[in-house]
Nanobody, 123 residues
Framework: DVQLQASGGGLVQAGGSLRISCAAS????????IGWFRQAPGKEREGVSC????????YYEDSVRGRFTISSDNAKKTVYLQMNGLKPEDTAVYYC????????????????WGQGTQVTVSS
C-alpha cells in the first residue's frame, strides 16, 4: 500500500526555520511527483511546492518562493521542505501527496495523501 508519513512540524517564531519531511513507502519512489500542500484554519487547501523524482523539476507557490526549498532523497524515499523566514501566515497543517503526473499544485491530480503535520508560526 502507498503510504506517506509527514513529520517535523512544530511551533516556531516568525523569522525562524523548520524542516518538514515526507517519508514514502509502497511505491516506486523514482516514478512519482511529491507535493506539499497546506490548509490554514478557515481556508481552502493550497499547493505549496512539489518535486518530480522523474526529472527533478520543482514548483513553488509565489508566497513561498525564495523562502522554502524542496528536496528529495531517493535513497531514503523522503522529500523535505526546508522553510526559512517563516511568517505567521505560513501557519497551517502541511500535507504531502504523491502522483505520477507532472509537478503541479492541482490537488485533484494527486492520488495519495499523508496525514499532515502542524506548523505554527508565532508573531
Amino acid at each position: 500500500d502507498v503510504q506517506l508519513q509527514a513529520s517535523g512540524g512544530g511551533l516556531v517564531q516568525a523569522g525562524g526555520s523548520l524542516r518538514i519531511s515526507c517519508a514514502a513507502s509502497g511505491f516506486t519512489f523514482d516514478d512519482y511527483v511529491i507535493g506539499w500542500f497546506r490548509q490554514a484554519p478557515g481556508k481552502e487547501r493550497e499547493g505549496v511546492s512539489c518535486i518530480s523524482n522523474k526529472d527533478s523539476s520543482t514548483y513553488y507557490e509565489d508566497s513561498v518562493r525564495g523562502r522554502f526549498t524542496i528536496s528529495s532523497d531517493n535513497a531514503k524515499k523522503t522529500v523535505y521542505l526546508q522553510m526559512n523566514g517563516l511568517k505567521p501566515e505560513d501557519t497551517a497543517v502541511y500535507y504531502c501527496a504523491a502522483d505520477t503526473f507532472t509537478c503541479s499544485a492541482i490537488e485533484e491530480l494527486y492520488d495519495h495523501w499523508g496525514q499532515g503535520t502542524q506548523v505554527t508560526v508565532s508573531s
